[in-house]
């Protein structure tokens, strides 16, 4: 028998939350004058991982008023996309790769995303944009590798991302595609077998990038969904952000590494939280980072052991935060971070306002 009863759908008004007893009525003021910043979407996954309105998944997606809080220091363009997009829809940052933004549409929306002034306002790449971004690529022989993000790649028609990797596949000199997504995780229905063939199915090699913060997003579901991409083949990495009062201690990022490996997904990267508007409340020191995880190195194998790294603000790329990249500054919180190139900037480190502590 065929089931036609309504499917769950996301929640993306603040009424809903209330309903759900995820917010009260006492702070909707306050959250209508963040919904009108930040958008707001919650899938019926993700909803039926919370357990409580507090918990490391609520908070990573239930909107805050401590998000009213915007520090000078804040970006709305924090890992500086804009600075090095040379057509719309592209950023080419690292000679070797660059970035296709495929889509502006999240099947959540991240209380902390470093995307999250341009997040879900439209949706696909229009053709000519594509179109443009694929002949830049195409007549540039130095890139090896495309990355897919947005937005979330799967998010798109299971027609137009094959679309988009087939001719992908036809430039010679690519030769590996990494696409980036939460979808597995928060809507892992997605994950079909005919999804999965389509991403196996031509050239060059499709690596996905798992977004996921904490063990208790891994719902049965979403575990079944991972287990799925990797039987076809698909390789597997992780990406976390490191989030105070999510996974800032040693005990959930563990378990999180242990359940990732234990799915067959190698952790790699630790991102520290970037400069976004309104995100001050979730980041962590680079100090406090370090030690967690210099605690988690001695706890797991190395297997198991993520890339700590900070993108420099401006746009100036990615590092690992080691010896080699970060140093102590003049003052205490205060760091002299040292870029791929050798370049040598400031970065101090956020400390949350005394309301949102």
């Known amino acids: 028998m065929t089931d036609h009863s309504p499917r769950p759908r996301a929640l993306s008004r603040l009424d809903e939350l209330e309903t759900e007893g995820l917010t009260s009525p006492e702070a909707r003021p306050d959250l209508q004058a963040v919904a009108q910043a930040f958008r707001i979407r919650l899938t019926p996954e993700m909803r039926a991982a919370i357990a409580t309105p507090a918990d490391p998944v609520a908070a990573q997606f239930v909107p805050s008023a401590a998000e009213l809080v ?5 970006l709305a363009d924090p890992i500086g996309d804009d600075a090095h997009s040379p057509v719309p829809g592209l950023t080419h940052r690292y000679p070797d790769r660059v970035i296709l933004h495929i889509t502006k549409t999240c099947d959540v929306y991240c ?4 995307r999250r002034e341009t997040v879900g306002e439209t949706g696909p790449l229009p053709q000519d944009q594509l179109d443009a971004a694929l002949t830049y690529i195409a007549a540039t022989p130095v890139v090896r590798e495309v990355i897919l993000t947005g937005g979330d790649p799967l998010t798109l028609s299971q027609r137009r991302l094959a679309e988009v990797l087939t001719r992908l596949g036809a430039i010679a000199h690519v030769d590996q595609i990494r696409l980036h997504t939460r979808v597995p995780v928060v809507a892992p229905e997605r994950i079909t077998p005919a999804l999965c063939h389509a991403l196996r199915a031509g050239r060059p090699t499709v690596w996905i990038v798992l977004h996921t913060n904490h063990a208790q997003e891994l719902t049965p579901t979403a575990r079944a969904a991972i287990t799925r991409l990797v039987d076809h083949g698909i390789p597997l990495l992780s990406q976390t952000v490191l989030l105070a009062g999510v996974n800032d201690d ?10 990732l490996t234990a799915l067959r997904v190698k952790p790699y990267y630790l991102h520290h939280c970037d400069l976004a508007r309104g995100t001050s409340h979730f980041r962590t020191t680079l100090a406090a980072g370090r030690t967690l995880m210099a605690e988690l190195r001695r ?5 198991m052991v993520p890339t700590y790294v900070l993108d420099i603000p401006g746009g100036h ?8 990249h970060v140093a102590p500054g003049p003052a205490p919180g205060h760091w002299r971070i040292t870029d791929r190139l050798g370049r040598v900037h400031d970065y101090a480190d ?7 502590r």
């Open 299 to 303: 706890r797991v194998s190395g297997t």
């Open 317 to 324: 790329g990615k590092v690992a935060i080691n010896a080699d």
């Open 350 to 356: 956020p400390l949350p306002s005394p309301e949102t």
């Open 250 to 259: 040693v005990d959930s990022l563990e378990a999180l590494m242990r359940a």
């Open 111 to 114: 209380r902390f995303c470093f």
């Open 70 to 74: 915007t520090r000078p220091e804040e």
